[in-house]
């Protein structure tokens, strides 16, 4: 991770190590077969290429386009600029730029793909909601995100499922799949089904991560401000008021679901396995745990 002052997670690590290294393999193994399969291995090289640079240089915009954000200057948000200003500090690490989604739902998230080009956005609705301490627990909680470095590694996880996706449609409308020659027929059916299981490999080992990142960014962002309490404080009425928010809203949020600091989806999710957040209890009941190794009663 980058040298700040946020406690390290050598849990985190490993797993963003293990999950970048089978993934890897995973899209080694696709890309061959797709080249085994009679696909111009220079086309699919390109394509892949293509797609890996947009979302690394461009994941932030592309986020924050998203969510309708823009990007406000200290003089617009003072407040706002002084809780970072005063962590960043804290934690001994580059401010990232800041930026505030004008939307109701009380959420958060940061994205970039380092340190030093990263972004932090909030919504205008957890600036209405939440007092200053639970504002900083929820800061810390994604300034942390950015220290581990997690956010680029999510970013590119992502991109490596939604490349998958794209695979089994290219796969689909390819000539294989409209040629009459037995051969192809099968070759054109393996491509696509196996195309499949790397999209729904990829998932899963990306919702696994993503669900261990919000654990260690919470532990991190707690001990870093030393309220604990804060944080829970902020993750009880953010997932809460979530539930209150028109689905439409929810919706247009979906594709910055795994980023934010609470999810936004009503109600509960089909599974642990799928989810891209812990459950609330669960976020709670280590939080408590953090507030009894500081000696600091939860309130």
């Known amino acids: 991770m980058a ?3 946020f406690l390290p997670d050598r849990g985190l690590t490993s797993r963003m190590v293990l999950v970048m290294f089978l993934l890897g393999l995973l899209y080694v193994g696709a890309m061959a077969g797709l080249i085994a399969a009679g696909l111009s291995w220079a086309w699919v090289i390109i394509i892949a290429a293509g797609f890996l640079v947009v979302q690394w240089f461009f994941s932030d915009k592309i986020a924050l386009a998203a969510m309708g954000a823009r990007e406000v200057s200290p003089e617009e948000a003072p407040e706002l600029h002084g809780v970072i200003d005063r962590l960043c500090a804290m934690a001994d690490m580059p401010k990232p730029r800041v930026a505030v989604a004008d939307t109701d739902m009380p959420n958060a998230f940061a994205t970039g ?3 030093n080009n990263a972004v932090v956005c909030v919504t205008t609705g957890i600036l209405r909601r939440l007092d200053r301490a639970e504002l900083e627990g929820v800061l810390a909680h994604e300034l942390s995100h950015v220290a581990h ?3 680029a590694v999510m970013t590119i996880a992502s991109f490596l499922g939604v490349l998958a996706g794209l695979i089994a449609r290219f796969g689909m409308y390819s000539g294989i ?3 009459r020659d037995n051969n192809a027929a099968v070759v054109f059916a393996v491509v696509w089904l196996a195309s499949i299981v790397v999209y729904v490999i990829s998932f899963l080992l990306t919702r696994a991560l993503s669900r261990y990142r919000e654990f260690a960014a919470d532990r991190a ?6 309220q604990p ?3 829970a404080s902020a993750l009880t009425k953010i997932s809460g008021d979530i539930a209150q928010i028109p689905t439409q809203d929810l919706r247009r949020a979906q594709p910055a ?3 934010f600091f609470a999810p936004a989806a009503a109600g509960k999710s089909l599974g642990n396995l799928l989810a891209t957040h812990p459950p609330t209890e669960q976020r709670l009941a280590r939080l408590a745990q953090v507030s009894a190794e500081l000696g600091k009663p939860m309130i």
Do not use: I, M
């Open 3 to 5: 040298r700040t002052r």
């Open 229 to 231: 309490s804060a944080l």
């Open 113 to 115: 793909r380092n340190p």
């Open 221 to 226: 962002g707690a001990y870093l401000t030393g």
């Open 177 to 179: 799949g409209r040629s």
């Open 149 to 151: 470095r997690d956010v």
């Open 257 to 259: 679901q795994a980023f």
